[in-house]
């Protein structure tokens, strides 16, 4: 099957998703772990990538990102981080072949309610999982940087994700993402949704329509749907994803591109 096409459109607040080679459990050890973070600090201040939320698990990783600073940043940082996690751990084990899955996946997430909710799945994750009750519990992701915020070593841009909220205060941030983990966790909300990790784009029906347009021709035969208090522009049949190395083809000036 031909490599399909990931979409980049300027602006946009992006939900990435990358998974070990065939779902193996590569990143099972807490050094690994910790390492791709370290790794993520060094994306964010050497290429100036603006994290919003991250999960590192067993076998793939979450990362909630704002494109703030050109089409470049984000493959870049995932590029660095994707590659130096695999070298150096192949070059620990004495193993030889692909770490990661060829590609990673993209999706433009719509501020305000749309990004909370997606900011609430990605910190559920490893309570999805059965491995822990609460996502305090799991020291590789964002929620506990979220409710503590850091003053070394930092990840999460609080600014950002203040605005991108719609909040005054990061109070209010704080207070407003506790409130939906914990009504989540009492009504046993924490299934996977697929919105977040196969569609183009989540969010309301005046963003899904903005997308398309931004989109132009590409937006050809992708159709809007709704779902769980969303609206979701699907990819089609094809593996909506990336491989690194992008090329340019715009459709219009500040426009979309393929990120392909």
């Known amino acids: 099957m ?3 096409k990931r979409h980049y459109i300027p602006g946009q607040v992006w939900h990435i998703t990358h998974r070990c080679h065939k779902r193996e459990f590569l990143l099972k050890f807490s050094r690994d772990r910790n390492r791709w973070l370290q790794l993520l600090y060094e994306a964010r201040n050497r290429f100036g990538l ?3 939320n991250y999960a590192v698990t067993s076998n793939h990783i979450h990362l909630l990102v704002s494109d703030d600073a050109g089409r470049k940043v984000i493959p870049d940082s995932i590029k660095m981080i994707a590659g130096r996690t695999a070298q150096e751990y192949n070059r620990r084990k004495k193993r030889k072949g692909a770490f990661w899955e060829d590609r990673y996946h993209a999706t433009a997430v719509e501020g305000g309610e749309h990004l909370l909710r997606c900011l609430v799945y990605i910190d559920l994750n490893m309570v999805r999982a059965g491995i822990v009750g609460h996502p305090s519990e799991w020291g590789y992701s964002g929620y506990n940087e979220i409710q503590n915020p ?3 070593q930092v990840l999460i841009n609080y600014q950002k994700l203040r ?3 719609g909040f005054g205060t990061y109070e209010e941030v704080k207070s407003a993402h506790e409130k939906w983990v914990e009504s989540s966790l009492a009504n046993g909300d924490t299934g996977r949704e697929e ?20 989109m132009g021709i590409m937006a050809t035969g992708r159709q809007r749907s709704e779902i769980g208090g969303s609206y979701q522009l699907r990819e089609g049949q094809t593996v909506y994803g990336d491989h690194f190395g992008a090329q340019k083809s715009n459709i219009g000036p500040e426009n979309a591109y393929f990120w392909s």
């Open 2 to 4: 031909a490599r399909a």
């Open 50 to 52: 603006s994290v919003l």
């Open 150 to 152: 850091k003053r070394k």
């Open 163 to 165: 605005e991108l909220l």
């Open 195 to 214: 919105k977040w990790s196969r569609s183009i784009a989540v969010g309301s029906k005046d963003f899904i329509d903005r997308i398309k347009t931004k």
